[in-house]
């Protein structure tokens, strides 16, 4: 029993110390952030990297969410004779959810791993502890760039995901089903706000956007200097970044659409 108490103490207390590691990096990482908008160069070239090597696996996968929103959208609606609503359905449920969410989880298994790799080598390669020794700080340098970077990206992904999901929700119900064409759109542009629903959408892409660049920065950034180090690095980010997409997606769909 003592053991038992002990070794749960211990686990307690290393968790601990790693949320005071992770707030000290946060807070360290937002400062550096504003500061390295002062070098674009390096933000530019690394929302290159993180958004343009993740924009083909984002617009094919909004455009078969599409496909697939606009079949079963089509289906739903017909019981009730309320076809001409698909616009609507589908725009909704991109704008406001799936845009978001399924970019941010598409986000952090391409990007986030990318991320977590490329700092977890250059700290086992001792490339991080050669920029220390040369007096240039690393989290300046290295990781606040890729973190602006990503809080431009993930936005411009999530609405390019949620475009492409309505070009395939309309291409599945009108031009396959038969839905009017005018009423696809007329009732999706009556319907859509762009305050409370797309505003919202693009407020949950920057905060997701946010966690996945912090998550990956710091697994990467606190990986064990080994190859299995940096294999344990990933999976983590991925395991840790979707979870708390999800988690943090349950929050602000509370606190934005409870009351519309």
């Known amino acids: 029993m003592m053991r038992m108490l002990s ?5 307690l207390i290393d968790r601990l110390v790693d949320v005071g590691r992770g707030a000290r990096f946060f807070l360290r990482l937002c400062g550096l952030g504003v500061a390295s908008l002062r070098r674009p160069r390096l933000v530019v070239d690394q929302i290159y990297f993180i958004g343009n090597f993740s924009l083909s696996i984002i617009l094919v996968s909004g455009l078969l969410i599409g496909f697939v929103l606009g079949l079963q959208g089509y289906y739903t609606l017909r019981r009730y004779g309320s076809e001409e609503a698909l616009g609507l359905l589908v ?5 406001r959810e799936l845009g978001p969410v399924v970019t941010a989880l598409l986000f952090a298994g ?12 250059m700290k086992a390669g001792e490339q991080i502890d050669a920029m220390e020794m040369m007096a240039v700080d690393p989290v300046s340098r290295v990781l606040a760039p890729r973190f602006v970077a990503a809080l431009i990206a993930m936005p411009l992904l999530a609405a390019l995901f949620s475009a492409m999901g309505v070009l395939g929700g309309y291409l599945v119900g009108v031009e396959m089903i038969g839905v009017d064409a005018g009423a696809f759109w007329s009732q999706m542009q009556g319907g859509v706000d762009w305050i ?5 959408g693009v407020v949950k892409s920057v905060v997701f956007g946010f966690t996945v660049a912090f998550v990956a920065l710091f697994v990467g950034y606190e990986a064990e200097p080994t190859p299995e180090g940096v294999a344990r690095a990933t999976t983590t980010t991925v395991v840790v970044a979707s979870l708390a997409i999800l988690g943090l997606d349950f929050i602000l769909t509370a606190l934005m659409f409870s009351s519309t």
């Not at 070794?7 to 686990?11: A, E």
């Open 7 to 11: 070794v749960s103490w211990h686990w």
């Open 91 to 95: 725009a909704l449920s991109l704008v």
């Open 110 to 121: 391409r990007a986030g791993t990318s991320l977590t790799a490329e700092v977890g080598l």
């Open 196 to 200: 409370d629903d797309v505003g919202n």
